[in-house]
Protein backbone atom coordinates (compact mmCIF):
# COMPACT_ATOMS: atom_id res chain seq x y z
CA UNK A 1 0.00 0.00 0.00
CA UNK A 2 2.73 2.43 0.66
CA UNK A 3 3.12 2.88 -3.22
CA UNK A 4 -0.20 4.13 -3.29
CA UNK A 5 -0.29 6.18 -0.09
CA UNK A 6 3.02 8.06 -1.52
CA UNK A 7 0.82 9.08 -4.52
CA UNK A 8 -1.86 10.28 -2.29
CA UNK A 9 0.22 11.99 -0.26
CA UNK A 10 2.24 13.73 -3.07
CA UNK A 11 -0.36 15.05 -5.20
CA UNK A 12 -2.75 17.80 -3.83
CA UNK A 13 -5.39 16.84 -6.75
CA UNK A 14 -8.23 19.22 -7.01
CA UNK A 15 -7.95 21.74 -4.08
CA UNK A 16 -4.54 23.34 -5.45
CA UNK A 17 -4.92 26.90 -3.83
CA UNK A 18 -5.01 25.50 0.02
CA UNK A 19 -4.36 22.43 1.10
CA UNK A 20 -7.12 22.10 3.98
CA UNK A 21 -7.22 18.53 3.44
CA UNK A 22 -4.47 17.44 5.00
CA UNK A 23 -4.51 15.61 8.39
CA UNK A 24 -3.13 16.40 11.27
CA UNK A 25 -1.79 13.53 13.82
CA UNK A 26 -2.28 15.84 16.36
CA UNK A 27 -5.79 16.67 16.67
CA UNK A 28 -7.83 15.35 19.32
CA UNK A 29 -10.81 13.08 18.92
CA UNK A 30 -13.39 15.59 19.47
CA UNK A 31 -12.46 17.71 16.39
CA UNK A 32 -12.78 15.02 14.15
CA UNK A 33 -16.16 14.28 13.39
CA UNK A 34 -16.81 18.80 12.38
CA UNK A 35 -13.55 18.28 10.47
CA UNK A 36 -15.01 15.67 8.88
CA UNK A 37 -18.90 17.32 8.25
CA UNK A 38 -16.65 19.86 5.76
CA UNK A 39 -15.78 17.09 3.13
CA UNK A 40 -19.12 15.30 3.37
CA UNK A 41 -20.67 18.32 2.59
CA UNK A 42 -18.61 18.62 -0.23
CA UNK A 43 -19.62 14.97 -1.48
CA UNK A 44 -23.38 16.04 -0.96
CA UNK A 45 -23.17 19.41 -2.78
CA UNK A 46 -21.02 17.37 -5.89
CA UNK A 47 -23.56 14.86 -5.97
CA UNK A 48 -26.56 16.96 -6.65
CA UNK A 49 -24.33 19.24 -9.24
CA UNK A 50 -23.98 15.34 -10.94
CA UNK A 51 -27.46 14.57 -10.59
CA UNK A 52 -26.67 11.53 -8.29
CA UNK A 53 -29.33 9.66 -6.83
CA UNK A 54 -29.81 9.00 -2.87
CA UNK A 55 -28.18 5.70 -3.09
CA UNK A 56 -24.86 6.73 -4.49
CA UNK A 57 -24.28 9.50 -2.67
CA UNK A 58 -24.94 7.86 0.38
CA UNK A 59 -22.46 4.94 -0.52
CA UNK A 60 -20.05 7.58 -1.49
CA UNK A 61 -20.44 9.56 2.49
CA UNK A 62 -19.67 5.94 3.96
CA UNK A 63 -17.02 4.84 1.66
CA UNK A 64 -15.39 7.98 3.17
CA UNK A 65 -16.35 7.63 7.08
CA UNK A 66 -14.59 4.04 6.26
CA UNK A 67 -11.60 5.21 4.52
CA UNK A 68 -11.00 8.31 6.87
CA UNK A 69 -10.97 5.86 9.91
CA UNK A 70 -8.16 4.06 8.43
CA UNK A 71 -6.24 7.44 7.56
CA UNK A 72 -6.47 9.15 11.21
CA UNK A 73 -3.27 7.35 12.36
CA UNK A 74 -0.24 9.33 13.36
CA UNK A 75 1.86 10.55 10.43
CA UNK A 76 -0.85 10.31 7.60
CA UNK A 77 -1.04 13.21 5.18
CA UNK A 78 -3.70 12.82 2.30
CA UNK A 79 -5.72 15.46 0.48
CA UNK A 80 -8.84 14.41 1.31
CA UNK A 81 -11.11 16.52 -1.60
CA UNK A 82 -9.13 13.92 -3.39
CA UNK A 83 -10.44 10.90 -1.37
CA UNK A 84 -13.97 12.68 -1.29
CA UNK A 85 -13.98 12.66 -4.62
CA UNK A 86 -12.59 9.31 -5.44
CA UNK A 87 -15.16 8.32 -2.92
CA UNK A 88 -17.86 9.94 -5.21
CA UNK A 89 -16.92 8.30 -8.25
CA UNK A 90 -16.66 5.00 -6.54
CA UNK A 91 -20.08 4.98 -5.40
CA UNK A 92 -21.23 5.67 -8.88
CA UNK A 93 -20.02 2.73 -9.97
CA UNK A 94 -20.82 0.42 -7.00
CA UNK A 95 -25.12 1.85 -7.47
CA UNK A 96 -24.74 1.17 -10.93
CA UNK A 97 -25.15 4.90 -11.50
CA UNK A 98 -21.87 6.06 -13.50
CA UNK A 99 -21.34 9.44 -14.00
CA UNK A 100 -18.25 10.47 -16.76
CA UNK A 101 -14.91 11.38 -14.99
CA UNK A 102 -14.24 14.28 -16.99
CA UNK A 103 -17.81 15.24 -15.17
CA UNK A 104 -16.55 14.52 -11.40
CA UNK A 105 -13.13 16.23 -12.05
CA UNK A 106 -14.99 19.88 -13.80
CA UNK A 107 -17.96 19.49 -10.99
CA UNK A 108 -15.39 19.15 -8.11
CA UNK A 109 -12.65 21.50 -9.03
CA UNK A 110 -15.59 23.95 -10.14
CA UNK A 111 -16.40 23.96 -6.39
CA UNK A 112 -12.77 24.42 -5.16
CA UNK A 113 -12.92 27.20 -7.42
CA UNK A 114 -15.74 29.14 -7.92
CA UNK A 115 -13.58 32.12 -9.61
CA UNK A 116 -13.08 29.89 -12.73
CA UNK A 117 -15.59 30.14 -14.73
CA UNK A 118 -15.06 27.83 -18.08
CA UNK A 119 -15.03 24.01 -18.00
CA UNK A 120 -11.52 22.17 -17.90
CA UNK A 121 -9.78 22.20 -21.39
CA UNK A 122 -8.70 18.81 -22.60
CA UNK A 123 -5.05 18.97 -21.59
CA UNK A 124 -2.32 18.16 -19.04
CA UNK A 125 -3.86 19.20 -16.35
CA UNK A 126 -7.24 17.53 -17.36
CA UNK A 127 -5.34 14.28 -17.17
CA UNK A 128 -3.12 14.86 -14.16
CA UNK A 129 -6.70 15.29 -12.11
CA UNK A 130 -8.53 12.44 -13.74
CA UNK A 131 -5.20 10.17 -13.08
CA UNK A 132 -4.72 11.67 -9.30
CA UNK A 133 -8.98 10.30 -8.59
CA UNK A 134 -7.83 7.11 -10.29
CA UNK A 135 -5.13 6.96 -8.05
CA UNK A 136 -6.87 7.35 -4.99
CA UNK A 137 -9.79 5.38 -6.26
CA UNK A 138 -6.73 2.37 -5.92
CA UNK A 139 -5.79 3.76 -2.44
CA UNK A 140 -9.54 3.43 -0.92
CA UNK A 141 -9.90 0.26 -2.50
CA UNK A 142 -7.32 -1.45 -0.89
CA UNK A 143 -7.55 0.45 2.76
CA UNK A 144 -11.34 -0.92 2.58
CA UNK A 145 -10.07 -4.37 1.50
CA UNK A 146 -12.10 -3.95 -1.50
CA UNK A 147 -15.77 -4.43 0.22
CA UNK A 148 -18.12 -1.97 -1.08
CA UNK A 149 -21.14 -3.41 0.22
CA UNK A 150 -23.16 -1.19 1.99
CA UNK A 151 -26.69 -2.29 3.77
CA UNK A 152 -28.81 1.19 3.74
CA UNK A 153 -31.40 2.26 6.11
CA UNK A 154 -33.76 3.94 3.43
CA UNK A 155 -35.37 0.95 2.42
CA UNK A 156 -35.97 -0.18 5.83
CA UNK A 157 -37.87 3.94 6.60
CA UNK A 158 -39.82 2.93 3.65
CA UNK A 159 -40.73 0.27 5.29
CA UNK A 160 -41.66 1.49 8.37
CA UNK A 161 -43.68 4.36 7.14
CA UNK A 162 -45.61 2.37 5.12
CA UNK A 163 -46.82 0.60 8.64
CA UNK A 164 -46.62 3.68 10.90
CA UNK A 165 -49.24 5.33 7.71
CA UNK A 166 -51.47 2.69 8.04
CA UNK A 167 -51.63 2.89 11.72
CA UNK A 168 -51.47 6.35 12.21
CA UNK A 169 -54.55 6.88 9.88
CA UNK A 170 -53.47 10.11 8.27
CA UNK A 171 -51.73 11.82 5.72
CA UNK A 172 -48.13 11.19 6.67
CA UNK A 173 -46.54 12.98 4.08
CA UNK A 174 -44.41 15.78 6.57
CA UNK A 175 -43.58 12.80 8.86
CA UNK A 176 -41.95 10.87 5.79
CA UNK A 177 -40.45 14.00 4.47
CA UNK A 178 -38.62 14.88 8.00
CA UNK A 179 -37.57 11.44 8.62
CA UNK A 180 -36.14 11.09 4.78
CA UNK A 181 -34.18 14.45 5.80
CA UNK A 182 -33.05 13.13 9.00
CA UNK A 183 -32.10 10.27 7.82
CA UNK A 184 -29.62 11.81 4.59
CA UNK A 185 -28.30 14.19 7.34
CA UNK A 186 -27.07 11.45 9.17
CA UNK A 187 -24.26 10.39 7.08
CA UNK A 188 -22.75 13.67 7.86
CA UNK A 189 -22.00 11.59 11.02
CA UNK A 190 -20.16 8.12 11.05
CA UNK A 191 -23.53 7.10 13.18
CA UNK A 192 -23.97 5.62 9.48
CA UNK A 193 -21.42 3.23 9.92
CA UNK A 194 -22.36 2.47 13.30
CA UNK A 195 -25.57 1.92 13.94
CA UNK A 196 -27.70 -0.98 12.41
CA UNK A 197 -29.33 0.44 9.61
CA UNK A 198 -32.90 -0.63 10.77
CA UNK A 199 -32.11 1.10 14.08
CA UNK A 200 -30.82 4.15 11.76
CA UNK A 201 -34.18 4.13 9.92
CA UNK A 202 -36.30 4.11 13.34
CA UNK A 203 -34.36 6.57 14.98
CA UNK A 204 -34.87 8.97 12.34
CA UNK A 205 -38.36 8.60 12.49
CA UNK A 206 -38.17 8.59 16.48
CA UNK A 207 -36.96 12.39 15.59
CA UNK A 208 -39.42 13.36 13.36
CA UNK A 209 -42.46 12.31 15.27
CA UNK A 210 -40.94 14.12 18.55
CA UNK A 211 -40.02 17.55 16.74
CA UNK A 212 -43.87 17.26 14.64
CA UNK A 213 -45.26 15.66 18.18
CA UNK A 214 -47.03 13.47 16.72
CA UNK A 215 -49.32 10.76 18.87
CA UNK A 216 -49.39 7.15 17.79
CA UNK A 217 -52.91 6.27 18.28
CA UNK A 218 -53.86 3.41 21.02
CA UNK A 219 -49.54 3.36 22.42
CA UNK A 220 -50.97 4.04 26.16
CA UNK A 221 -52.73 0.58 25.95
CA UNK A 222 -49.38 -1.18 24.03
CA UNK A 223 -47.51 -3.60 25.79
CA UNK A 224 -44.49 -2.28 24.28
CA UNK A 225 -43.08 0.72 22.40
CA UNK A 226 -44.31 1.57 19.06
CA UNK A 227 -40.82 0.89 17.78
CA UNK A 228 -40.65 -2.52 19.15
CA UNK A 229 -43.09 -3.66 16.98
CA UNK A 230 -40.22 -3.13 14.30
CA UNK A 231 -37.29 -4.42 16.72
CA UNK A 232 -38.50 -6.21 19.71
CA UNK A 233 -35.24 -5.86 21.20
CA UNK A 234 -34.66 -1.98 21.20
CA UNK A 235 -35.06 -0.64 24.26
CA UNK A 236 -35.32 3.05 24.58
CA UNK A 237 -31.75 3.81 25.65
CA UNK A 238 -30.31 2.37 23.00
CA UNK A 239 -32.46 4.10 20.77
CA UNK A 240 -32.25 7.59 22.32
CA UNK A 241 -27.97 6.67 22.12
CA UNK A 242 -28.76 6.78 18.32
CA UNK A 243 -30.81 9.59 18.28
CA UNK A 244 -28.55 12.02 20.55
CA UNK A 245 -25.68 10.74 17.68
CA UNK A 246 -27.93 11.95 14.97
CA UNK A 247 -29.00 15.43 16.28
CA UNK A 248 -25.12 16.24 17.34
CA UNK A 249 -24.80 16.63 13.61
CA UNK A 250 -26.85 19.76 14.20
CA UNK A 251 -24.49 21.17 16.39
CA UNK A 252 -21.83 21.77 13.67
Not at 116 to 131: A, F, H, R
Not at 133 to 142: D, G, P, Q, S, T
Amino acid sequence: MNGVMNAVESTDILNTSNNTGSSNANENEGSKEPEHIEFLVFIRRAAALLNMGVLPTSTAAVIYHRCSIVLQEPGASYDRYNIATAALYLASKVEEEPVNIRDVVNVCYHLLHPDVDDVLEIGENLWDLKDSIVVAELFILRVIGFNLYSDHPHRYLLHYMKSLRDWIGRDCTQLSSNAWSILQDSYMSRVCVNTAPSVLALASIHIAVDILDINIPCIEFATCSWWQVFIDDLTLDQLQSVCSDILNVYLY
